[in-house]
């Protein structure tokens, strides 16, 4: 069932910035863990960064010192900053929500039971 929307996509040049939204249906109190995945056009879908309930939040080491996830409760909406873009950040990128996973499972695909639509980013000259 479609409980996220991701909006914030599109076209920035090589340094550039952009801020990504995720907008849940329900209270982000409802779910456990919050996550970014992306997947690059031939590539699998990877694990980016995650917010999670614990007050823990976890980063792919190949956006480590550049994106930054945070979330506003009363908006229901969990962002993620993107700095510094570089054109390998290319991709779809995807919003996940589990209410039952658990920290050491962030990066795991396969443990999110909602997924948003995803939002184009492209960095490009």
């Known amino acids: 069932q479609v409980q996220l929307v991701e909006t914030g996509g599109g076209l920035v040049q090589p340094g550039g910035s952009l801020r990504l939204s995720c907008v849940a249906f329900?209270?982000?109190?409802?779910?456990?863990?919050i996550a970014w995945f992306r997947q690059a056009p031939g590539k699998d879908r990877e694990a980016v960064s995650a917010?999670?309930?614990?007050?823990?939040?976890y980063y792919a080491d190949s956006v480590k010192g550049r994106f930054t996830i945070s979330r506003d409760n009363a908006k229901r909406t969990v962002y993620l900053q993107m700095n510094s873009l570089k054109p390998e950040d290319t991709a779809v990128y995807y919003c996940?929500?589990?209410?039952?996973?658990?920290?050491?499972?962030?990066?795991?695909?396969?443990?999110?039971?909602?997924w948003g639509q995803g939002t184009q980013v492209t960095v490009s000259s």
């Open positions: 996940a929500a589990d209410s039952l996973i658990v920290d050491a499972n962030w990066d795991k695909e396969t443990m999110y039971e909602y």
């Open positions: 329900r209270n982000l109190i409802d779910y456990y863990g």
């Open positions: 917010t999670m309930m614990s007050d823990a939040t």
